[in-house]
């Protein structure tokens, strides 16, 4: 008998609480793959598995899985768990160990729309994903994709027997109805995404038959595949339920949206949708309860691997789906831990007691640098591990508003020697060793990260870094903002001049910018900093009523801008992390009969960025064009950077088992996404 064939036979489970191992197939895990090597890293189909193994996988679901799934709003009684999975489920080596059901995974976010990506990583599920080497993109609710020769067409075969969290079938005509009668139907979303247009034209997307949806796009993508695979929105939503308040699909449909007190299709829709593929937007429980319990759900049915139960100001809570689609090798349904609470704690010195409570289960959004020694002075007390990460792409960046209401301001911020001077009168090194503990190294604001892509220099990397108050002084000295008896420099109109910096701690540190507030102060400004939430940040940037963009520099890996270029052009991001520009693409968008016109290079990088997506990252002509949009970036110096590669903390709970410390931090990759979180399990 092989070894395989022993082990299927022999194979037992020593841990307690953990659901009986399935007859036939060895329990592979990262740490021993018993010589089975899978198509894609640490994941297998079930019938690549199967046969590789010589065995049968037999299934087991959580115990607690009906008093679970009572707790789902509308959610009919379960079926038995062969009726549940997809006929063709994702097959999860775990990392360390096959998993114990139970638990609670708790977490913090600030508010229900703010700093909850790390927490909506958790759960999150796309068509594809990256597996955690962060190069290798693989299955995930898709489990294949065909491209025809000149990346104009792209198909994907889904599981069949897929089911949405409440036991519908998931089928290709989820994914239509989301682009084609949400995305581009002005009376659900009133302005398409960018990010879902192609050179500003849509796409075609068409079910062939239940398990196959095909993309056609009007140009060539060739890197679009890596959207699915770091993308926090999701490309499908359930038609079978919001498409019973649409008239194209329930002729009732508007007497259903009468009952409900919905005066339009766009209002009923949202009530669920939220006009949004960002996961943490309000659901139905916190815009109205009792509407939601009289329609018969508080959430939009979900294929994640937890779905929303209970939300209010103070947090919200969440099961697991009992119809989410992997297993791991044992065939036990995952997720091991059925429960996320997510408190709303906006306040930093809060959300640290907690951790050093131990009351936090995993956090690593908007935990700063200075927080890392006392957090992990209290390991011991608060029974976690307090880790650093590498980052990709962390850089603070300022960006003086070019199109600010202001028309001085405006005039001011325009001219490329301000950002120049401002940027030479930062003493990033006084910045890194007080505000990033020595960590990290200057680099310039860049819409790429220079180790992802080939066509960055390292005299780009540096443009303007350097400490040179002589410089910095001169240049503004030649704008003509000249100082007053008091030292202050005044604008040409006589008035002081005076920055507004109005940031979000989750964007950047507030220690960072009492610190700049009082080098700029040496070369005559005044500085005024205020701090806001995130939502108000957000708001106010999108809205074009602040003199200074502030975030971190997200969005700028290799994979992420070879297919979506809005960090490249204007508006240079989107609203998370909005970078100004709004005139110039109003400009832009309406031929020139509204907004204003940029300047010729700004204005080119319309042209470059959609050609840019069009090329394979890391062609010859990709690089041309990278280089090319990165002069005209430092040209402009349109984002000031400050310090890059800074260590970033989070924390997990010491009893977290098949946690797997991360490579790299970045959002860009959302978050723990990468590293499988369905897989965690706490230690008895």
């Known amino acids: 008998m092989n070894r395989l064939a022993v082990l299927a036979c022999s194979t037992v489970l020593g841990l307690s609480g953990t659901a009986a191992l399935a007859a036939g197939c060895p329990a592979v895990t990262v740490a021993d793959m018993q010589g089975l090597e899978p198509a894609y890293p640490e994941q297998f189909e079930l019938d690549a598995f199967q046969a590789a193994a010589g065995c049968t996988l037999g299934f087991a679901a959580n115990p607690a899985s009906a008093a679970l799934n009572a707790r789902i709003l509308g959610n009919p009684a379960l079926p038995p768990l062969a009726a549940r999975l997809p006929a063709e489920p994702l097959v999860v080596a775990p990392y360390e160990a096959i998993g114990s059901y139970g638990g609670v995974i708790n977490g913090v976010s600030r508010a229900t729309e703010s700093g909850t990506s790390d927490m909506l990583s958790v759960r999150h599920v796309n068509l594809v994903r990256y597996a955690d080497d962060l190069k290798t993109i693989v299955p995930n609710v898709a489990k294949s994709w065909d491209w025809n020769a000149d990346f104009t067409q792209l198909t994907f075969t889904l599981r069949k027997g897929h089911k949405?969290?409440?036991?519908?079938?998931?089928?290709?005509?989820?994914?239509?109805?989301?682009?084609?009668?949400?995305?581009?139907?002005?009376?659900?979303?009133?302005?398409?995404p960018d990010r879902w247009l192609f050179d500003g034209k849509p796409a075609t997307v068409e079910a062939l038959d239940a398990e196959h949806v095909r993309f056609t796009f009007p140009t060539p993508q060739?890197?679009?595949?890596?959207?699915?695979?770091?993308?926090?929105?999701?490309?499908?939503?359930?038609?079978?339920?919001?498409?019973?308040?649409?008239?194209?699909?329930?002729p009732d449909a508007a007497a259903l949206r009468a009952e409900y007190g919905f005066a339009t299709e766009g209002d009923a829709v949202n009530f669920y949708y939220g006009n949004s593929d960002w996961k943490d937007v309000p659901s139905a429980m916190m815009k109205d309860p009792a509407l939601a319990a009289r329609i018969g759900k508080n959430a939009v049915p979900t294929l994640e691997s937890h779905i929303v139960v209970e939300e209010s100001a103070e947090g919200r809570r969440l099961v697991a789906n009992p119809y989410f689609h992997m297993v791991d090798t044992a065939g036990n349904q995952l997720p091991y831990i059925p429960e996320i609470h997510e408190a709303f704690v906006p306040e930093r010195e809060v959300v640290n007691l907690r951790i050093l409570n131990g009351d936090v289960t995993w956090?690593?959004?908007?935990?700063?640098?200075?927080?890392?020694?006392?957090?992990?002075?209290?390991?011991?007390?608060?029974?976690?591990?307090?880790?650093?990460?590498?980052?990709?792409?962390?850089?603070?960046?300022?960006?003086?508003?070019?199109?600010?209401?202001?028309?001085?301001?405006?005039?001011?911020?325009?001219?490329p020697r301000f950002s120049r001077a401002l940027s030479l009168g930062m003493d990033r090194e006084e910045i890194r060793e007080i505000v990033y503990l020595g960590q990290g190294r200057t680099q310039q604001a860049l819409p790429a990260e220079p180790r992802t892509v080939d066509f960055i220099t390292e005299a780009d990397k540096t443009a303007f870094t350097a400490f040179d108050p002589e410089t910095a002084n001169r240049l503004l000295d030649e704008i003509g903002l000249k100082a007053g008896p008091d030292g202050l420099r005044l604008r040409p109109d006589g008035a002081p001049l005076t920055l507004r910096l109005v940031f979000a701690s989750q964007g950047s540190p507030v220690q960072l910018h009492e610190l700049v507030r009082g080098q700029w102060a040496k070369l005559g400004l005044q500085v005024d900093i205020r701090e806001v939430t995130t939502d108000e940040y957000r708001a106010s940037a999108n809205n074009n009523d602040v003199d200074v963009f502030i975030w971190k520099n997200d969005g700028i890996t290799g994979p992420f801008i070879s297919q979506d270029a809005t960090m490249l052009m204007p508006p240079f991001g989107d609203f998370f992390n909005p970078g100004g520009g709004f005139d110039w693409v109003k400009w832009h968008e309406k031929n020139g009969a509204e907004g204003s016109a940029p300047p010729a290079d700004i204005a080119r990088l319309w042209p470059l960025g959609a050609e840019f997506v069009t090329e394979p990252l890391g062609s010859a002509r990709s690089n041309e064009i990278g280089a090319e949009i990165i002069r005209i970036h430092l040209d402009n110096l349109l984002k000031i950077g400050v310090v890059a590669d800074i260590p970033s903390p989070y924390v997990y709970d010491a009893r977290l088992a098949n946690f797997r410390p991360q490579t790299a931090k970045t959002y860009d990759f959302y978050w723990t996404y990468s590293y499988r979180p369905q897989q965690w399990f706490f230690r008895d």
């Open 164 to 192: 949405w969290s409440d036991g519908v079938p998931f089928t290709a005509d989820d994914i239509v109805f989301w682009y084609n009668d949400l995305l581009l139907n002005p009376a659900v979303t009133a302005k398409v």
């Open 222 to 250: 060739p890197n679009l595949l890596n959207r699915w695979a770091v993308d926090y929105g999701q490309t499908f939503q359930p038609r079978h339920w919001l498409a019973r308040f649409m008239d194209k699909f329930n």
């Open 363 to 415: 956090k690593e959004q908007a935990l700063e640098l200075n927080d890392f020694p006392l957090l992990k002075e209290n390991e011991a007390k608060g029974h976690y591990r307090a880790v650093l990460a590498p980052t990709f792409g962390e850089n603070v960046f300022y960006s003086f508003n070019r199109n600010d209401k202001d028309p001085v301001l405006r005039a001011i911020f325009s001219d």
